[in-house]
């Protein structure tokens, strides 16, 4: 998708990503990777805003209607926070209600989501492999109800899916299904809560995402599953996390002889995305990929 108008190949592109705390960011490197297989010139930096700096948010946005920046990758605690301050959103970030890549169009500031596009990408590449008879019923479960829950079950919902939902907090289960709810796609989320994910009938599914931080580093032992849990091994497993490489939740499924997968896929995915939007250049996945593992 060229959404942008072609630049001349000297052009220096200032990229970078919003958030709080930034240090463990892999976006640099990235889009750093991604810029140099391009044959681009350009930076791709940090901008670490605190969660009440709603000015320093503002000031950073104005860089872009300025086109000092080109463009920039929005995560927590902002993907909500700098709706207010754009001028459309896509149909996707709108539907999803959360934002991670910001662009200027027609001297418009536009807020897209490639999250969503990013997940339902790599996890084809990871179904791709399956056999037919293992994704047929495509029934999901997924973990966690925050940002990326939201940009998952709008995915799965998207292609096909039937999606069961798991949370600890009732209302944020809630908040999440009505806020798809003006879309007709709602009508297929059925919303199971359960404050431990300890009473889950896995074999009532074919796959399984978490979307809950649990295993992320530094709590690597840590994992959204009971340790009594047994997986059945026609479950899929997706987990969001990346960063241990190998996180305990997809070792465990492993264990059971399951198929799972760790998020890295995703973020390289929804980096290309936001790359070829803001460059109008192919993304190097090949490339964005081996600069982090
Ligand atoms: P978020 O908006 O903070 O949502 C996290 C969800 O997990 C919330 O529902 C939260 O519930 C729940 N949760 C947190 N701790 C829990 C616990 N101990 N027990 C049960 N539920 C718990 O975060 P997010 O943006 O969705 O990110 C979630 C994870 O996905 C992170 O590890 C992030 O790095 C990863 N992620 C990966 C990619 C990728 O490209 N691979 C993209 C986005 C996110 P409460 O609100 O009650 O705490």
Redesign the pocket.
């Known amino acids: 998708m060229n959404l942008l108008m072609p630049r001349p190949s000297t052009f220096d592109f200032q990229l970078g990503l919003i958030g709080f705390p930034l240090g463990h960011s892999l976006s640099p490197k990235i889009h750093a990777a991604a810029l140099t297989a391009s044959g681009s010139r350009g930076d791709y930096s940090l901008f670490p805003i605190h969660p009440d700096d709603q000015q320093g948010l503002a000031d950073l946005l104005a860089r872009v209607r300025r086109s000092e920046i080109h463009g920039l990758n929005v995560?927590?605690p902002h993907?909500q926070n700098v709706i207010p301050l754009l001028d459309k959103l896509t149909p996707t970030a709108q539907a999803i209600g959360a934002v991670n890549t910001i662009y200027l169009q027609d001297n418009k500031l536009i807020g897209h989501n490639t999250?969503a596009p990013?997940?339902l990408a790599d996890l084809r590449q990871f179904l791709g492999n399956r056999k037919p008879s293992i994704v047929n019923r495509k029934s999901a479960l997924v973990?966690?109800?925050?940002?990326?829950?939201r940009?998952v079950v709008y995915s799965l919902l998207a292609d096909g899916w039937t999606v069961t939902l798991a949370?600890?907090?009732i209302e944020?289960a809630h908040a999440l299904a009505s806020a798809i709810s003006n879309d007709q796609l709602s009508r297929s989320i059925p919303v199971g809560l359960t404050t431990l994910?300890s009473n889950l009938q896995l074999s009532q599914f074919d796959l399984l995402v978490?979307?809950?931080?649990?295993g992320?580093t530094p709590n690597t032992e840590g994992s959204?599953l009971p340790e009594s849990t047994t997986m059945p091994t026609t479950l899929m497993i997706y987990d969001?996390?990346?960063?241990p490489r190998e996180t305990k939740l997809v070792r465990d499924a492993r264990a059971f002889g399951c198929s799972a997968t760790?998020?890295?896929g995703?973020?390289i995915e929804?980096a290309a995305l936001a790359f070829e939007i803001w460059t109008s250049s192919p993304a190097d996945r090949a490339a964005m990929r081996k600069a982090v593992e």
Request: glycine share 14%.
């Open positions: 995560t927590i993907k999250d990013g997940f973990l966690g109800a925050g940002g990326s829950a940009a949370a600890r907090r944020q994910f978490n979307a809950t931080p649990l992320m959204p969001l996390v990346y960063n760790t998020g890295l995703m973020l929804q």
